[in-house]
């Protein structure tokens, strides 16, 4: 990765963290920030503004992507696994579950926007590769909703 050479040690390592996929520091600014080494008393402050620096957001992008390709999560993997769950909640009688489930294909396929006739296909693949991004910001999701589950399953057998 060439951009990482212009990010300082502890950028990088803000990224990492904030990339990594099953950790508390996950998606979480302040965490990630307080994991790199910056101090807990500006670690929201900082965490906010790392994750506004362009190049910071270029690496975590990239490091998602890597995360997505290694742990072969694709669009259709993801939506696959949202319509198994939506017809296993509604058969537990878990309907909230199940209206989640919906709503997130919904939204993917942008079913709950304004409707605006776009013909510029350079807009089109914008608004794709914008689709694209949320289905895998998604799947990781998903992903740490998992293992914290398992996790709690775990330590709810142990104790």
Avoid: W
Wanted: one cysteine or more.
């Amino acid at each position: 990765m060439n951009e990482t050479k212009t990010l300082t040690p502890k950028q990088e390592s803000f990224c990492i963290h904030y990339t990594t996929i099953g950790a508390e520091t996950f998606g979480n600014g302040t965490r990630a920030a307080i994991a790199a080494g910056y101090s807990e008393k500006g670690a929201y402050a900082r965490g906010s503004e790392l994750l506004r620096n362009r190049k910071v957001r270029e690496r975590i992008n990239e490091l998602h992507a890597e995360n997505m390709s290694r742990n072969n999560i694709t669009v259709d993997k993801v939506l696959t696994d949202l319509e198994h769950d939506k017809l296993m909640a509604r058969k537990a009688g878990q309907y909230g579950v199940a209206k989640g489930c919906t709503e997130l294909q919904g939204k993917y396929l942008a079913m709950f926007t304004d409707n605006t006739n776009i013909t510029d296909t350079i807009k089109q693949r914008e608004l794709d590769e914008h689709e694209a991004k949320e289905a895998e910001r998604l799947a990781a999701i998903l992903i740490r909703e998992k293992i914290e589950e398992e996790h709690r399953e775990k330590m709810n057998k142990a104790g």
